[in-house]
């Protein structure tokens, strides 16, 4: 069945503002945590050069693949299941990761897998850019982020805003290095890390790379 998400359309724009002074020329981008589909189609509908890989849990694939049919963009290519928590990375290596309102509904070990995988899948000097809602300093940066948060954890205690100092750590860990913090609607975010010229990055399987 084909899903819809209204905040997918209403962040698209600025998280492609982002996107188009970091990703130039031809390009290979993977995203975790496809969702509905809706960002895959629009981003690779506006970046022709890139080839964007959707990926999600295998539950939600079929209906990606209905946005992706309906596009019929010859850029975007048949989504892949991938459960950051299990494995099963694809082997490609890729220019850049994407990924969008995924680590505050992970647990705490997925959102490190995610990270780990994401370096493991990068080409060196490749991108990370996770985008969401974060804390600073252990605080929220808003009430309705307050809110939100409160909201998560009732769905499930392994839900919630994390701690950007927190995700940071893990992802310098990865052999990633902070390059930019972006300023988000609805108080979000748009983090841009770069894995660093040969680092060492933990992969999911605990592996170096």
């Known amino acids: 069945m084909k899903t819809f998400a209204e905040s997918a359309e209403r962040n698209r724009d600025p998280i492609l503002a982002v996107l188009r002074r970091w990703v130039t020329g031809p390009n290979r981008i993977l995203e975790i945590g496809s969702g509905t589909g809706q960002h895959a189609v629009y981003f690779a509908g506006a970046l022709p050069d890139v080839v964007w890989q959707a990926s999600d849990r295998a539950e939600n694939l079929p209906g990606i693949g209905q946005w992706i049919e309906e596009a019929g963009l010859p850029n975007l290519v048949e989504a892949i299941a991938l459960d950051v928590s299990r494995g099963g990375w694809p082997r490609a290596a890729f220019d850049a990761v994407f990924s969008a309102n995924t680590a505050h ?19 060196s000097g490749g991108l990370f850019f996770l985008y969401g809602p974060f804390n600073y ?14 909201g998560l954890r009732a769905q499930a205690a392994h839900m919630g805003i994390r701690d950007f100092e927190a995700v940071d750590a893990w992802a ?6 902070l390059v930019e913090d972006n300023a988000m609607p609805a108080n979000n975010r ?20």
């Open 105 to 123: 509904i992970m647990s705490r070990q997925e959102v490190e897998s995610m990270i780990a995988g994401a370096a493991a899948a990068l080409r």
């Open 137 to 150: 300093g252990g605080r929220f940066t808003s009430e309705s982020n307050a809110r939100f948060d409160a």
């Open 190 to 209: 748009l983090l841009v890390w770069r894995r660093t010229e040969g680092a060492t990055a933990a992969n999911p399987r605990g592996e170096r790379s």
């Open 172 to 177: 310098s860990a990865s052999g990633f290095v």
